[in-house]
């Protein structure tokens, strides 16, 4: 490395997009061997510093230097031919197709016949095997993608980024999906490549990973670089003070919604897919926030799902103001004042290529057709603006697509667009998950604020302290049956836990 004591240096790397800097001249030094974390809130600028390194973006100015050499990469594939890979925080894997073709896509193995190429499947299984084996993943190379839950999805990404024997790894929220053993597995992965020498460049919201696993760590603000720390030396509240600007002593609001009445009760719900939920009730009051916990496998998201007319169901009862009703489509859940903000943003609630305004507008696009067929142009207008002002959402205006939009901000459209159906009961799955300390915040408020108003809310999440701080009771499950309902003032994180690893024989 000609004497540098750094594998990759970022030195004053500058971007702007139409209304918006990016990054405002942002210089990181990354040593070899070395986890070098980097944190800051949504829209600080992380991935679309990454994104300048690996190949997708552009910089406008600045400069890349790695293993003493200037480089400037004009598309992905250059960057990961020089020695660079990357695990993006949105999975986009091909679902049609097996896990050996998404894991060497783009760089099959091949043998020829004549003139011609074809792609050596045997070799490219028995790599897949060897890769897994030695990464201790236990995924069959041989499965289509879309048979796979989300988590086995981010360990295929992350066997993908090593397999490409690279000399710099970005890891952009790689544990996202993962189940905490699944992690456990990722950070074996992290320290095993650093002692090889592999420099990880890690992005997460997650304070406590960052402590454990990180030598180094950056922190971003609106698109600056505020400094960089070593890690042994951190403290949470000092992260997060660096991040947002300011101290953040309490991570919830405080609340000051009132439950009133029963407004849904659930009654013996058993889902028609064979080993899913079953024999679950609950009920949800006017004004309350329900939590709903459990580990991976619990089936929380089959359960609301089968609420909102996604899945069907085999049998039990739904009451809505206490008169049954039957919601077989989403369609017909919206008509009784249902809402349902899904846990994939990018799967399975932003359209990327369209706007704020269009995202906003999509579940009730019916409101604004007028007379002829056509849409109104100015209803759709003034509502959209309204919501962004009411959810303080951070954008240049609502004709800005909403992929430019950071991971909070694009989670504050998906509920803006069901607050523009007038729901009586939103329905949040992981309502949080991506999106930094600051704009969970803002997220919570929201939720709080609402429940003020009377709207019953349901909230899977995943985090305990997130269940804890801001439910006022909550419902945990284990293989699809409810295990407990506990009361949000009182309960504990050992609580919770206990419950949600206790399994019901039937």
């Not at 090593?162 to 999906?177: F, G, L, Q």
């Not at 305004?357 to 604004?368: P, S, T």
Request: charged letters at 25%; a neutral charge; hydrophobic letters at 40%.
């Amino acid at each position: 490395m000609n004497g540098e004591p750094y594998i990759l240096r970022i030195k004053d790397v500058s971007k702007a997009f139409p209304g918006v800097v990016a990054l405002d001249k942002v210089s990181i030094d990354v040593r070899p061997g070395s986890v070098h974390a980097l944190m800051g809130e949504n829209g600080a600028g992380k991935s679309t510093l990454m994104k300048c390194l690996f190949g997708i973006y552009d910089p406008d100015s600045g400069e890349v230097i790695l293993d003493g050499k200037p480089v400037r990469f004009e598309n992905s594939r250059q960057a990961l031919d020089a020695g660079i890979s990357m695990i993006h925080q949105e999975l986009l894997p091909i679902p049609l197709r097996s896990v050996s073709e998404n894991l060497w896509l783009g760089r099959f193995p091949q043998y020829k016949v004549g003139p011609f190429n074809f792609v050596d499947h045997k070799k490219m299984y028995r790599d897949s095997v060897a890769l897994f084996k030695d990464l201790n993943m236990d995924i069959d190379p041989t499965v289509w993608v879309r048979e796979l839950s989300a988590s086995k999805i981010q360990s295929i990404e992350i066997a993908k980024a090593v397999s490409n024997r690279a000399k710099v790894i970005i890891m952009d929220e790689p544990t996202s999906s993962l189940t905490e053993h699944e992690v456990t597995q990722l950070f074996e992965i992290i320290r095993r490549l650093r002692g090889e020498g592999v420099a990880i460049i890690y992005i997460s919201h997650k304070i406590e990973e960052i402590l454990a696993i990180s030598d180094e760590v950056s922190i971003m603000r609106d698109g600056k670089h505020v400094g960089t720390y070593l890690a042994n030396e951190l403290t949470t509240d000092r992260i997060i003070k660096y991040m947002v600007g300011r101290d953040l002593s309490n991570r919830f609001p405080p609340k000051g919604n009132v439950p009133g009445e029963t407004i849904m009760e659930v009654q013996n719900l058993k889902s028609a897919k064979f080993r899913s939920f079953r024999d679950v009730s609950f009920t949800l009051r006017r004004g309350e926030i329900l939590g709903i916990g459990g580990l991976v496998g619990a089936q929380r998201t089959e359960l609301v799902e089968s609420i909102f007319g996604l899945r069907p169901l085999e049998s039990g009862h739904i009451f809505i103001k206490g008169k049954e009703v039957v919601m077989k489509t989403p369609t017909q859940a919206k008509a009784k004042k249902l809402a349902l903000v899904t846990e994939e943003r990018r799967a399975s609630g932003i359209i990327p290529m369209r706007s704020v305004k269009d995202n906003m507008l999509l579940a009730n696009i019916k409101r604004y057709v007028g007379p002829l067929g056509l849409l109104s142009e100015k209803q759709g207008e003034r509502d959209s603006i309204e919501k962004i002002k009411a959810l303080n959402v951070k954008t240049p205006g609502n004709k800005t697509l909403i992929r430019d939009l950071s991971g909070g901000n694009q989670q504050k459209v998906l509920v803006a667009r069901w607050l523009l159906t007038e729901p009586d009961i939103l329905i949040m799955d992981e309502p949080t998950r991506g999106i930094d300390v600051g704009a969970k915040y803002e997220i919570y408020s929201i939720i709080i604020d609402l429940a003020k108003q009377g709207k019953g809310i349901v909230m899977i999440s995943s985090e305990m302290p997130e269940l804890l701080g801001i439910s006022d009771r909550i419902m945990v499950m284990c293989e699809g049956r409810v295990t407990g309902i506990l009361d949000g003032k009182s309960a504990t994180q050992e609580e919770i836990m206990r419950l949600a690893a206790k399994f019901i024989d039937d």
